[in-house]
């Protein structure tokens, strides 16, 4: 599709600027410092020894954290630039982990083999257009009795305009494009001129509907009133690491969390 392609070139982009961002702290994560977050931490445990896929992994920080904590990891990503720049981290730190540049509608093509885990997270389904083909492909590749977890951004948080008004639709009708003015890392501004996003919105029934279609089992499904980063337009730390939209605060959901067993 088209629309990966302009999505891939973007990401090719905005991954150089990341890498040199405070945001994704790539100095302090060489020295030690894991880029996962507590949520996630807790919720898929000891990894150690397990089979892990992470599915849109941009430039391997958090699969190159779970292999330190001891998982078997294999990240995939669209962008060339991303994958490179993780095989560089991973040999650069003597962290084993695999990396395949893959859309993720094809990995099939280039990947063979089933997991304990499959993990997703913050920012990644909105450049899926079908999430009953996500949904199968995580089935596909997850071992009987395998664990699917995945923490996002709320769609709710995706309708709303900079001003926290609400300009776009929640439920997934079509596709969104945008020109790329800024980065969400540091509102850093992108030098190319004619770089595009195209994403989609997923309803939070959407997205647990695919899931139960492929025959996956919900364990638990958490909402957050807060997020853990920093980049959308108009918001404030309330606490260390928990970010909310300064217009309202608590009052609405920012993100959410989904465990699913095969």
């Known amino acids: 599709?088209?629309?990966?392609?302009?999505?891939?070139?973007?990401?090719?982009?905005?991954?150089?600027?990341?890498?040199e961002s405070e945001f994704y702290n790539v100095n302090g994560f060489?020295?030690?410092?894991?880029?996962?977050?507590?949520?996630e931490i807790e919720a898929l445990g000891d990894v150690k020894g397990k089979?892990?896929?992470h599915l849109q992994c941009h430039f391997g920080l958090d699969t190159l954290s779970l292999a330190r904590m001891g998982g078997e990891v294999v990240g995939v990503d669209i962008s060339d630039a991303s994958i490179e720049k993780a095989k560089e981290l991973a040999t650069e730190l003597n962290i084993h982990a695999r990396f395949i540049r893959s859309n993720v509608y094809e990995i099939e093509k280039v990947l063979d083999e089933q997991f304990d885990i499959v993990y997703t997270s913050y920012g990644a389904i909105n450049w899926l257009h079908d999430l009953d083909e996500w949904a199968r492909l995580i089935k596909r590749f997850l071992k009987p009795g395998g664990l699917f977890y995945m923490v996002?951004?709320?769609?709710?948080?995706?309708?709303?305009?900079?001003?926290?008004v609400i300009a776009?639709?929640?439920?997934?009708?079509?596709?969104?494009?945008?020109?790329?003015?800024?980065?969400?890392t540091d509102n850093t501004e992108v030098a190319q001129a004619d770089l595009k996003?195209?994403?989609?919105?997923?309803?939070?029934s959407e997205v647990l509907n695919s899931l139960i279609g492929q025959g996956l089992t919900i364990q638990q499904f958490d909402e957050y009133p807060y997020q853990v980063y920093n980049c959308f337009?108009?918001?404030k730390e309330i606490e260390p690491g928990k970010w909310v939209y300064e217009k309202y605060g608590t009052l609405i959901p920012h993100m959410y969390a989904v465990k699913a067993f095969n």
């Open 51 to 53: 089979k892990i896929l």
């Open 197 to 204: 996003h195209i994403e989609w919105h997923h309803s939070i």
């Open 1 to 19: 599709m088209e629309s990966f392609e302009q999505n891939r070139v973007s990401w090719n982009e905005l991954t150089r600027m990341h890498v």
């Open 152 to 164: 996002e951004f709320h769609p709710y948080s995706y309708s709303l305009n900079e001003k926290g």
């Open 168 to 184: 776009y639709p929640y439920f997934n009708t079509e596709a969104i494009e945008s020109i790329v003015e800024k980065t969400y």
């Open 30 to 39: 060489k020295n030690g410092e894991t880029s996962l977050n507590h949520i």
């Open 233 to 235: 337009p108009g918001m």
